[in-house]
């Protein structure tokens, strides 16, 4: 199948071009920076494209048999625009070229209301102070979905919770619209979403994921929470805004001087929602 992703340099979206091409799809990359992109091989045709230019949304949707977007922005203070403005301009791409298959990344956190995520800690330390740090965040997600649920695509939207980084696939649980779990591992959410375009059981559905084999540090990810209330560099939900923050933190001391015992912080690679 010839499928382009949306937000492909971002943390899922590598995950999610590596594992289609395994699958054996033809596969289409688009970013804002071409260059920073691996090259996978053969299948893979990287192209550079803002989601916000709806000519360039257009030309890189041409030609395909579905869309996957894991599309997305640090938290910010200011309004966000990139999952509706960029659901819009995939949509009307879409249309204008009969590409019917959409799979796009949203949150559990659009609608926490649908039933705690993992416990006291989570729904009651965890998930406010996430919701609150990301709420501009979450409401353009919210307004993303209402595009996508009011197109006539085959759409599916996927709602992860927070996410983070495991070394393979696990096993997983979907459910529709809503899944008891506090976690998603970013290779979980890449595997489900790729396996949306051989499947019918989430057309024009919400699939909520979860990963419950693995589970990151609470600790960590409030932390990283922390840190963007500071303004210091924060990872994307999925984001393509790609940033050395999603590297993967070093081992304890790792680059100090031999005399020192001092341990490093170590960051988390994955938030909430």
């Not at 979980?188 to 693995?214: I, W």
């Not at 100090?256 to 938030?271: L, Q, Y």
Request: aromatic fraction near 6%.
């Amino acid at each position: 199948m010839r499928i382009v992703v949306f937000g492909a340099n971002g943390p899922t979206g590598r995950v999610l071009v590596s594992q289609s091409l395994q699958a054996g799809h033809t596969v289409t990359a688009v970013t804002r920076r071409p260059d920073a992109f691996p090259r996978f091989g053969a299948a893979l045709r990287v192209v550079a494209a803002d989601v916000h230019d709806v000519d360039a949304v257009s030309t890189a949707v041409a030609g395909h048999d579905a869309v996957l977007s894991s599309l997305g922005v640090p938290y910010s203070r200011g309004p966000v625009t990139v999952y509706s403005e960029g659901a819009a301009h995939i949509l009307s791409a879409m249309e204008r070229h009969a590409v019917r298959r959409l799979v796009c990344v949203s949150a559990s956190l659009v609608e926490p209301q649908l039933g705690p995520h993992g416990g006291f800690l989570v729904d009651k330390v965890a998930g406010p102070l996430v919701r609150y740090f990301g709420r501009t965040v979450y409401a353009d997600m919210a307004r993303m979905e209402a595009l996508v649920r009011a197109s006539d695509a085959e759409w599916t939207i996927m709602r992860p919770s927070g996410l983070f980084e495991t070394t393979q696939v696990t096993e997983y649980r979907t459910a529709e619209d809503y899944l008891n779990a506090s976690f998603t591992s970013r290779a979980d959410l890449a595997d489900a979403m790729r396996k949306q375009l051989d499947s019918d059981e989430f057309v024009r559905k919400v699939c909520a994921v979860g990963t419950f084999d693995e589970k990151p540090s609470l600790l960590r990810l409030l932390l990283r929470e922390g840190s963007s209330r500071r303004g210091l560099p924060m990872p994307d939900h999925s984001a393509d805004a790609l940033t050395r923050a999603d590297a993967p933190a070093p081992p304890p001391g790792a680059g100090a001087p031999p005399s020192r015992t001092r341990r490093r912080r170590p960051r988390a690679t994955g938030r909430s929602g």
